[in-house]
């Protein structure tokens, strides 16, 4: 059974920083190599979008309003996927969810805010 934590969220300053992680545990100490991992986030009263997704080849792909502040990284050895997340601004305020092979962790809130 895949299970999925996420970590790091917090209030940050507008054009701060956070780096959110996403600790995986799979069956059989499994790597999360190779799988489809992403970030998602939803923030009140919107529905749930893509922040950034690797898939298990290798493609990144991002959401236009986080294009060049966010970076989506794994650490297969640690069974990790990390949330790099600069220059933030209001509009990134959402609770935060990792999903890797399709198993959704618990989300972790992150308030941009002065």
């Known amino acids: 059974q895949v299970q999925v934590r996420e970590s790091g969220g917090g209030l940050v300053l507008p054009g701060g920083s956070l780096r959110l992680s996403c600790e995986c545990t799979l069956p059989g100490s499994t790597s999360i190599y190779g799988l489809g991992v992403g970030w998602y986030r939803q923030a009140p009263g919107k529905q749930r979008e893509m922040v950034a997704t690797?898939?298990?080849?290798?493609?990144?792909a991002y959401a236009e309003s986080v294009k060049g502040r966010f970076t989506i990284s794994t650490d297969n050895g640690k069974n990790v996927v990390y949330l790099q997340m600069d220059n933030v601004n209001e509009d990134d305020t959402a609770v935060y969810f990792c999903?890797?092979?399709?198993?959704w962790g618990q989300g972790t809130q992150v308030t941009v805010s002065a």
């Open positions: 690797k898939a298990g080849w290798g493609d990144v």
């Open positions: 999903t890797v092979h399709g198993t």
